[in-house]
T-cell receptor, first 113, second 114 residues
Framework: DAGVTQSPTHLIKTRGQQVTLRCSPI?????VSWYQQVLGQGPQFIFQYYEKEERGRGNFPDRFSARQFPNYSSELNVNALLLGDSALYLC????????????FGQGTRLTVV | QQQVKQSPQSLIVQKGGISIINCAYENTAFDYFPWYQQFPGKGPALLIA?????SEKKEGRFTISFNKSAKQFSLHIMDSQPGDSATYFC?????????????FGTGTRLKVLA
């Protein structure tokens, strides 16, 4: 069975540009969450989506947005990139909205130059 | 109240030894405490998790000890192996809220010497 898949694996962008990261959850999982992991730190919660609706948002600026599609895959968009947005962006999927294990993908390493 | 404090930041253990990583939390509404293992360039992988109605959970060489009154929990890796060398994160969540998010600790970089 395929786990959580994220694309691309690595990305280099210039300050001010926009980026879109993609995530396919485990088959049958309806919840997708996004986390940002800065080097040397633990992951920080950005968004949770369940059944195509935003169910939670972390302390991130409006430059960050996301959506979930009918097949439960998800995209994370970041506008007006800053150097500080350089991080590993992780997607996690869960079967339900709450109360179940979360399984992480391998992440997308974003470097902003 | 949303923080999870993790220690030590790094740990070096001899092969066959016991690795112990500690975490503390403030929010008593947290009711699910997983531990994740992360290798360089990879996403975190779930190792073991515990709920506060039990004081200990063991899976193979990995044991979580949970002290509800002290709001602390720890991961014990018995018979540590070089392949266990990785970064370990504790986390906490409220499974009863409308948003399911993990609050992660800052991580412990474990090195097991051969």
């Amino acid at each position: 069975d395929a786990g959580v898949t994220q694309s691309p694996t690595h990305l280099i962008k210039t300050r001010g540009q926009q980026v879109t990261l993609r995530c396919s959850p485990i088959s049958g999982h309806k919840s997708v969450s996004w986390y940002q992991q800065v080097l040397g730190q633990g992951p920080q919660f950005i968004f949770q989506y369940y059944e195509k609706e935003e169910r939670g948002r972390g302390n991130f600026p409006d430059r960050f947005s996301a959506r979930q599609f009918p097949n439960y895959s998800s995209e994370l968009n970041v506008n007006a990139l800053l150097l500080g947005d350089s991080a590993l962006y992780l997607c996690a999927s869960s079967p339900q909205l709450v109360g179940t294990e979360a399984f992480f993908g391998q992440g997308t390493r974003l470097t902003v130059v | 109240q949303q923080q999870v404090k993790q220690s030590p930041q790094s740990l070096i253990v001899q092969k066959g030894g016991i690795s112990i990583i500690n975490c503390a939390y403030e929010n008593t509404a947290f009711d699910y405490f997983p531990w994740y293992q992360q290798f360089p360039g990879k996403g975190p992988a779930l190792l073991i998790a515990i709920r506060p109605d039990v004081s200990e959970k063991k899976e193979g060489r990995f044991t979580i000890s949970f002290n509800k009154s002290a709001k602390q929990f720890s991961l014990h890796i018995m018979d540590s192996q070089p392949g266990d060398s990785a970064t370990y994160f504790c986390a906490a969540s409220r499974t009863t809220s409308g948003t399911y998010k993990y609050i992660f600790g800052t991580g412990t970089r474990l090195k097991v010497l051969a």
